[in-house]
Nanobody, 119 residues
Framework: VQLQASGGGLVQAGGSMRLSCAAS????????MGWYREEPGKERELVAS???????EYSKSVNGRFAVSRDSAKNTIYLQMDNLKPEDTADYYC??????????????WGRGTQVTVSS
């Protein structure tokens, strides 16, 4: 699976931004998709994930401010980020997880897109 992320950039605190991630195959065939973020010197953190059945998970730090959604017709997922805070500054990575017939997970990653929130 190839993932093409877009969006990102510079925004002031309190502002909004939307990230997109287009997959090279039908997202209905992908078990889980979502977003991680990584700050320099820190571990990559799960931000949000979504399944074809609509099950959604958010990290506590973004719950209520971020919303993940999917568009099957475009094979794309989105991350709408509202009320952004300087601590949201990070490189954001789109990911996809497939589970093989043997039950083994296979992860795919897109290139990071940088989000910078100024105070």
């Amino acid at each position: 699976v190839q993932l093409q992320a877009s969006g990102g950039g510079l925004v002031q605190a309190g502002g909004s931004m939307r990230l997109s991630c287009a997959a090279s195959r039908s997202i209905n065939t992908i078990n889980i998709m979502g977003w991680y973020r990584e700050e320099p010197g820190k571990e990559r953190e799960l931000v949000a994930s979504i399944c074809p059945g609509g099950v959604i998970e958010y990290s506590k730090s973004v719950n209520g401010r971020f919303a993940v959604s999917r568009d099957s017709a475009k094979n794309t997922i989105y991350l709408q980020m509202d009320n952004l805070k300087p601590e949201d500054t990070a490189d954001y990575y789109c990911y996809a997880k497939l589970v093989s017939r043997m039950g083994n997970p296979i992860n795919f990653w897109g290139r990071g897109t940088q989000v910078t929130v100024s105070s």
